[in-house]
Nanobody, 118 residues
């Protein structure tokens, strides 16, 4: 089993920035793809961004140019830097891992709320 612990969510004003972190432990492999998904009320969970062990990245069109995903393999941690946040970005953000491609893996974090409001 892999455990994922997210942090960094919160309240931010429109146009503001937040950085999410997700630390993996347990039977985690550094070769796993790590990613961020989000789910807003009434919507399906959707991919935000994902990153391979050698830092190839994949982004949803809606966040390209505003969000940046990175990882620290020594710390088994993935980050999501979110800039120019908009109300449409408000959702629960989930960390995901366990796959070797950009497809979602079987392991999920508990989620962290991102609220964008003035």
């Amino acid at each position: 089993q892999v455990q994922l612990v997210e942090s960094g969510g919160g309240l931010v004003q429109p146009g503001g920035s937040l950085t999410l972190s997700c630390a993996a432990s347990g039977s985690f492999s550094r070769f796993y793809v790590m990613g961020w998904y989000r789910q807003a009320p009434g919507n399906q969970r959707e991919l935000v961004a994902s990153i391979t062990h050698n830092s190839r990245t994949n982004y949803a069109d809606s966040v390209k140019g505003r969000f940046s995903i990175s990882r620290d393999n020594a710390k088994n941690t993935v980050y999501l830097q979110m800039n120019s946040l908009q109300s449409e970005d408000m959702a629960v953000y989930y960390c995901n891992t366990g796959g070797s491609t950009f497809m979602q893996g079987p392991y999920w974090g508990q989620g962290t709320q991102v609220t964008v409001s003035s």
